[in-house]
């Protein structure tokens, strides 16, 4: 049996139109990361009341604020890369922060310039170069800008072993789970692409099938990436029972991935027997692990034996079913993403320069409006412009949108919470909002920055009534870095996101030349190559759809052509499993 032909209707012709960000319009329903906001509440407030015991209040104070940016890195990824994002945020901020400390000591405001210049060009240079090295970068520029900004008192290597301490609190209470829940996050993601799968069965034949695989393949991608480090060659003569039960559960999900795509291009619609063999599967393979209905999985288990009559693709479910419990091939475990495409040393080095630029004319700013304590506006700079995070007119809106509210919050607030403990009550309450806001929304997680430095900076000895100052400083800075970026750079996301979608639609005329004659293994890597870029080429256009657009200018309509080479890879993903189903019947 051949692929059915597709029939799903063309999307209408797009409208020329300005673009503006539409990530700011709302929240997406979510479950709320408790956890996450109770570390962020607990790693806020203990340093403080540990100050407040002992009498060391300066010293808690700094340690206050390394947990502040250590919970502004405190994601939900698997422990080992928490641990090591988390160390470089604290090892990059404490030399910052030394370097800052001793350029403001030294007495000369040169110094504190070439410091402040020095330190942005590292940021920089290794902004672009991955998460880690660009996490570690800005906080080498919020450690040199804190530490040249606010005169501590003590002696030098206070300071830094003490924002040193407020990151590790934050990285033990992230880590600590891994003691008794070690696989958690990987076991999560891995039963993340069965339900996924199970929702593309039920959408199979209906209008919502297309994007019902999408949300598919997205899973897939993040569980591949979780289970990167288990995946590897070296890593198979230590692998525990656990991990070695995920792992073949992660290549049983691959396999199960191309039979439900295959399924799913044949757009008609499939009983309960078919549409709950995903959660069979997890079952089986995780028993106990997940929520996974138990009428579901009768239904499944009832069907599964009827499955061996049906199209190409639920041949393929079948056999999925049939090998499930025997162990994966060992070729399976050379299974891998696709290398990272960074930008090239010319992006990099304009990056660099313009963010130096922006931290200098921010510093000269700050020191003719303010003097001393200007910390504000190079602070600003140093997170507005992240154009490796997001679109950076997006992020500079969501800076002044939290700023303004936070400043808003910080200063109803102020006036009931006189007490001590009451303050530090507030401060672990926007250290909770922070938390959650770090993994929603930019806004929220810059409303509770802001409400909390405004706490921190007042037990410091600073009493200034700075509600307006701060307002004017971060519009200030997200002007500079939305003119700097724009004037000089005004192309830089429109070229990555044209350079990862000709990646992106290369990787699927491969995967079409090459899988006809492909063997399992190879199929499969070339499948998950060009669907993984694929998606990554839909993040850089969404990217790039949320900066305006210069007036006269109309960017190509990159989706079309990703969807265009989705398409193409669904079919070819179809005909190998009708050919396979064929040479094996």
């Known amino acids: 049996m051949t692929p059915a032909a597709d029939t799903r209707p063309e999307r209408p012709p797009r409208t020329s139109r300005i673009r503006w960000p539409r990530s700011g319009a709302g929240f997406t329903p979510v479950r709320l990361p408790l956890a996450a906001a109770a570390r962020g509440a607990v790693a806020l407030a203990l340093p403080l009341l540990v100050g407040l015991r002992t009498g060391w209040v300066v010293p808690s104070v700094i340690a206050a604020i390394g947990a502040l940016w250590g919970v502004s890195q405190d994601g939900s990824d698997p422990y080992r890369v928490r641990v090591r994002r988390l160390g470089w945020t604290g090892v990059a901020s404490a030399l910052g922060l030394l370097a800052g400390e001793l350029a403001l000591r030294s007495g000369e405001s040169a110094a504190v310039a070439c410091c402040l210049v020095a330190a942005a060009l590292v940021a920089g240079t290794v902004g672009l170069r991955g998460r880690i090295a660009s996490v570690s970068g800005m906080h080498l520029l919020l450690g040199v800008t804190v530490g040249s900004g606010i005169p501590v008192p003590g002696p030098w290597w206070q300071p830094p072993l003490a924002l040193l301490a407020g990151v590790v609190l934050v990285l033990v209470l992230s880590a600590a789970p891994w003691l008794w829940r070690r696989h958690h996050v990987e076991r999560a993601a891995v039963l993340a692409v069965y339900r996924s799968a199970g929702e593309a069965l039920s959408a199979a034949g209906t209008p919502r099938a297309e994007e019902a695989r999408r949300r598919m393949t997205l899973a897939l991608n993040h569980a591949h990436e979780v289970m990167a480090a288990h995946l590897a060659p070296r890593a198979r003569h230590r692998q525990q029972a656990e991990v070695r039960e995920l792992v073949r559960a992660f290549h049983c999900a691959v396999r199960l991935g191309e039979a439900v795509t295959a399924v799913v291009w044949e757009a008609r619609p499939l009983p309960p027997a078919v549409t709950g063999v995903p959660l069979h599967l997890a079952e089986r393979l995780?028993?106990?692990?997940?929520?996974?209905?138990?009428?579901?999985?009768?239904?499944?288990?009832?069907?599964?034996?009827?499955?061996?009559?049906?199209?190409?693709?639920?041949?393929?479910?079948?056999?999925?079913?049939?090998?499930?419990?025997?162990?994966?091939?060992?070729?399976?475990?050379?299974?891998?993403?696709?290398?990272?495409?960074?930008?090239?040393?010319?992006?990099?080095?304009?990056?660099?320069?313009?963010?130096?630029?922006?931290?200098?004319?921010?510093?000269?700013?700050?020191?003719?409006?303010?003097?001393?304590?200007?910390?504000?506006?190079?602070?600003?700079?140093?997170?507005?412009?992240?154009?490796?995070?997001?679109?950076?007119?997006?992020?500079?809106?969501?800076?002044?949108?939290?700023?303004?509210?936070?400043?808003?919050?910080?200063?109803?607030?102020?006036?009931?919470?006189?007490?001590?403990?009451?303050?530090?009550?507030?401060?672990?309450?926007?250290?909770?909002?922070?938390?959650?806001?770090?993994?929603?929304?930019?806004?929220?997680?810059?409303?509770?920055?802001?409400?909390?430095?405004?706490?921190?900076?007042?037990?410091?000895?600073?009493?200034?009534?700075?509600?307006?100052?701060?307002?004017?400083?971060?519009?200030?800075?997200?002007?500079?870095?939305?003119?700097?970026?724009?004037?000089?750079?005004?192309?830089?996301?429109?070229?990555?996101?044209?350079?990862?979608?000709?990646?992106?639609?290369?990787?699927?005329?491969?995967?079409?030349?090459?899988?006809?004659?492909?063997?399992?293994?190879?199929?499969?890597?070339?499948?998950?190559?060009?669907?993984?870029?694929?998606?990554?080429?839909?993040?850089?256009?969404?990217?790039?759809?949320?900066?305006?657009?210069?007036?006269?200018?109309?960017?190509?309509?990159?989706?079309?052509?990703?969807?265009?080479?989705?398409?193409?890879?669904?079919?070819?993903?179809?005909?190998?499993?009708?050919?396979?189903?064929?040479?094996?019947?």
Not at 389 to 414: D, E, K, Q, W
Not at 463 to 473: K, N, P, S
Not at 516 to 545: K, N
């Open 286 to 585: 995780l028993p106990g692990r997940g929520p996974v209905p138990a009428t579901a999985v009768t239904a499944a288990e009832q069907a599964v034996p009827a499955l061996d009559a049906g199209s190409p693709g639920e041949r393929a479910l079948a056999e999925v079913c049939a090998t499930v419990d025997g162990e994966p091939d060992a070729a399976d475990l050379t299974l891998h993403l696709p290398a990272h495409s960074w930008p090239g040393r010319a992006a990099r080095l304009r990056y660099a320069t313009l963010l130096a630029g922006c931290v200098l004319t921010a510093h000269l700013l700050a020191e003719a409006l303010h003097g001393a304590r200007g910390y504000w506006l190079p602070m600003t700079v140093a997170f507005v412009y992240k154009p490796d995070f997001g679109p950076v007119f997006t992020r500079a809106v969501h800076r002044c949108t939290g700023t303004v509210v936070g400043v808003v919050a910080i200063g109803a607030l102020s006036l009931p919470a006189t007490g001590t403990y009451a303050v530090i009550g507030v401060v672990a309450v926007f250290g909770a909002l922070m938390a959650v806001g770090v993994r929603h929304h930019y806004a929220l997680a810059t409303l509770g920055l802001t409400a909390v430095v405004f706490v921190l900076v007042d037990l410091l000895g600073d009493h200034r009534a700075l509600y307006g100052t701060r307002i004017l400083d971060t519009v200030l800075a997200s002007a500079l870095v939305l003119v700097a970026h724009f004037a000089v750079w005004p192309d830089s996301a429109a070229n990555r996101a044209e350079a990862q979608t000709e990646v992106a639609v290369a990787a699927a005329r491969r995967y079409r030349e090459v899988a006809p004659e492909a063997g399992l293994v190879q199929r499969q890597s070339l499948r998950r190559a060009a669907y993984h870029q694929l998606a990554e080429a839909r993040r850089a256009v969404a990217h790039t759809r949320g900066e305006p657009d210069r007036p006269g200018r109309s960017l190509p309509d990159w989706e079309d052509a990703i969807t265009a080479a989705e398409r193409l890879c669904d079919r070819v993903t179809a005909q190998a499993v009708a050919g396979a189903a064929g040479a094996a019947g």
